[in-house]
């Protein structure tokens, strides 16, 4: 895949993109004067918050607003037991933990596993279905083993198993299926290596099936059997007629690389008999793709996959499992109405779908119900986990306090731009009568001077101090005129005043890579929810823009999910002070949190598995904390290594030593700070956890 590589000066129009600034720089923007005050009569209130920010869309009943204004999750879905998640932000802030960090919660995971089989099983009792749900994992959505182990155990009392897709998954599958009937489902192309060890595991009796995608897989899966002497149990992929909608539709249907044709089928059930092997055929399977988008494509799929069951059972196929694949979605929030990204059900009325189809059809066909199989991964995993990302320093246009007036002897184009900031913030503004033909001109004439206060700078007539007021005049004579401009009708107001709106969004610059943690937002513009951590009791009074650390210009957020009609920014309540800043990326479990990207090697985040308590007080406690990469470790992924980076730095060092550059003590110490690179984890460090205070604004903190 390749990516634009572009830095960022060149962007659309006006220059609203920041270049890394350095640490003193960032000091001081995270901290520019104090903003106004909250209104104490506001009647803000954190309903308004999760309005605003969806949460009852995305939040499947776990994620919620406390009464303290923070984000907080509700792990197994009791109303007594909440994780404040800013409470787990200032807890490994104390530990010296550097974010990004990833939370995991492991309950959460249980929690969703528990819900799945239990709509499955629920849907079964009330339609009188007469046999079972098995549903398998499918890692390649989260294969931290530790994600993978909590989904079997909260999988075992209902005989879940796993899915897998290459020959390293099948290499960390195979030894995790100890309870006996759970299955094993190889999907992917398999080589001899892989079917052996497959066949391998049915010997001992496990209940490992390839499934089957090429016609071709079918001598060489009979080949192997025979020369390990084993009767073969299969499944195959069927190409089937419906196909998938959405994002990810290419996996279903005619046109799809994947799956037997019924043509195929019919030559290779043929096969089977001829060789007595009738019965080695056990499972059908389909999969649509990831994130369906329509229920009435998932029921067509079901129906056509049963009828080919119903007609195969009744040629003496003794067929056992139905496997309707993944796809099964996830709400992020973006509403039902967006045509790319909503979904138009919820888990129960996925599993009423599958179960009510294949019943309808196997009882119209007069045979017996076979086992469902469903290969749920994104609807498994992606709400248990939380990127949380800090804000590194913000940047905004419009920082002129109300009471501010340039100096006496500041150049004349200067004092000239402050006249039009103060003529636009003057009487009239209240009754908001001020004519569109005087905002216009003001407007004109701010921009003017502005061009003025560039050319004089450029030919050295104007100092950097009054080009950099200049610029905040403008802009604060903008944002004065477009809040004026805001109670008229849009359409009678000026193109280039409406415009205005999106040039005055503020910066917020985090320290993450999109590529790194939201992968499927760059590439696919999937809309993950975005929401500050804390102050979700406050009135929004800034509108943000999230960037990256990477060097793309792309390397931001540029859609959210949020109430707005607008969603190319979100709104928030300002950092305040030095105070640190935090957002969190919600849903992030499956198929982002994964991702062993190595875009400008910033590597993994760093991990933090939280799980629900009530003995604690907080009602959380931190199992287990994982560091992210390490530089070292980057390096090494693109053949650089210590030892030669040392030796190479070393006599860099000796060099400069020798012809007096630098005196040896400094030389060393150098060569100490850089090896001492090595460890650190690749994301920026806003501070040194030893010596500044760890605590930020923490209440509980001494
Ligand atoms: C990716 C994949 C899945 C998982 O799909 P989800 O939509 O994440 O549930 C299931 N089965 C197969 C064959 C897949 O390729």
Redesign the pocket.
């Known amino acids: 895949m390749t990516r634009p590589t572009a830095r960022p000066e060149a962007d659309e129009g006006e220059q609203d993109t920041v270049a890394l600034p350095d640490r003193e720089v960032l000091k001081s923007v995270v901290s520019p004067e104090p903003g106004p005050p909250p209104v104490p009569e506001d009647d803000w209130t954190i309903d308004d918050s999760e309005a605003l920010y969806r949460v009852e869309a995305w939040g499947e009943s776990f994620f919620f607003i406390n009464e303290r204004g923070h984000i907080a999750v509700r792990p197994l879905l009791q109303q007594s037991l909440s994780v404040d998640i800013d409470d787990v932000v200032s807890d490994l802030r104390r530990r010296g933990v550097g974010f990004p960090t990833l939370i995991r919660f492991q309950d959460v995971l249980q929690t969703r596993v528990v819900r799945l089989n239990k709509a499955f099983i629920r849907a079964i009792r009330e339609s009188g279905y007469r046999n079972r749900y098995q549903g398998v994992y499918?890692i390649?959505?989260n294969q931290l083993h530790e994600v993978v182990e909590e989904v079997l155990e909260a999988g075992r009392p209902f005989g879940m198993g796993l899915?897998c897709?290459s020959k390293a998954e099948l290499v960390a599958a195979l030894p995790h299926l100890e309870q006996d009937g759970a299955l094993l489902i190889c999907?992917g192309c398999k080589d001899a290596i892989m079917l052996r060890l497959i066949l391998a595991g049915q010997q001992i009796g496990q209940q490992v099936i390839p499934v089957l995608e090429k016609f071709g897989e079918f001598d060489q899966l009979l080949g192997v059997a025979r020369e390990l002497g084993v009767r073969p149990r299969f499944g195959v992929r069927v190409r089937l007629g419906t196909s998938g909608a959405g994002k990810w539709a290419e996996s279903g249907g005619d046109r799809s690389k994947f799956g037997i044709s019924i043509p195929e089928l019919l030559t290779l059930i043929q096969g089977l008999k001829e060789q007595n092997l009738a019965d080695a055929l056990v499972l059908l399977h389909f999969?649509l793709g990831?994130?369906i988008p329509d229920i009435q494509i998932l029921k067509q799929a079901v129906k056509e996959i049963t009828q080919i069951y119903a007609q195969l059972l009744k040629r003496g196929v003794p067929l056992q499992y139905l496997d309707v694949?993944?796809?099964?979605g996830v709400n992020y929030g973006t509403g039902y109405s967006n045509e790319n990204e909503g979904i138009n059900y919820t888990l129960q009325e996925y599993a009423n779908a599958v179960v009510y189809s294949v019943k309808e059809v196997c009882d119209d066909e007069g045979v017996v119900h076979p086992i469902i199989v469903s290969?749920?991964?994104?609807?498994i995993t992606a709400h248990h986990s939380v990127l949380i990302v800090e804000v590194l320093g913000t940047y905004r246009k419009d920082l002129i306090a109300d009471d501010y007036a340039p100096a006496e002897d500041a150049n004349t184009t200067v004092r000239e731009l402050y006249e039009v900031l103060t003529r636009v913030r003057g009487p009239g503004r209240r009754a908001g009568k001020r004519p569109l033909s005087e905002l216009c001109e003001a407007y004109h004439d701010a921009v003017e001077k502005r061009q003025e206060a560039d050319t004089l700078f450029t030919l050295g007539y104007l100092p950097i101090e009054e080009k950099a007021l200049a610029e905040r005049l403008y802009w604060s004579t903008c944002k004065a005129i477009l809040a004026q401009v805001q109670g008229i009708e849009p359409e009678a107001v000026p193109a280039e005043l409406r415009a205005l709106n999106d040039h005055l969004v503020d910066q917020y610059l985090c320290d993450f890579s999109v590529f790194q943690s939201i992968l499927d937002h760059w590439s696919i513009g999937q809309g993950f929810p975005i929401m500050p951590v804390r102050h979700l009791d406050r009135r929004p009074n800034r509108r943000a823009v999230i960037v990256d650390l990477t060097c793309d210009s792309d390397g931001k957020v540029s859609h959210y999910v949020c109430a707005n009609a607008d969603k190319r920014f979100l709104e928030v309540y300002e950092p305040e002070g030095n105070a640190p800043y935090y957002f969190g990326f919600f849903l992030m479990g499956?198929y982002q949190d994964i991702m062993g990207d190595s875009h400008n090697l910033f590597g993994r985040v760093a991990e933090a598995h939280v799980y629900a308590d009530a003995e604690e007080p907080d009602g959380y406690y931190i199992e287990k904390i994982l560091p992210g990469t390490s530089v070292q470790e980057m390096l090494a992924l693109v053949q650089y290594f210590p030892n030669d980076l040392h030796r190479r730095m070393n006599n860099l060092i000796r060099q400069k030593i020798e012809k007096g550059v630098i005196r040896p003590k400094a030389g060393v110490d150098l060569l100490d700070q850089y090896m001492g690179c090595f460890s650190q984890t690749t994301y920026y460090r806003p501070d040194d956890p030893s010596g500044d205070d760890p605590s930020g604004d923490d209440p509980s903190a001494p």
């Not at 694949?325 to 099964?328: A, H």
């Not at 290969?375 to 609807?379: D, Q």
């Open positions: 499918p390649k959505v899915e897709g999907n999969h990831s994130q694949g993944g796809g099964l290969e749920s991964g994104r609807a499956a």
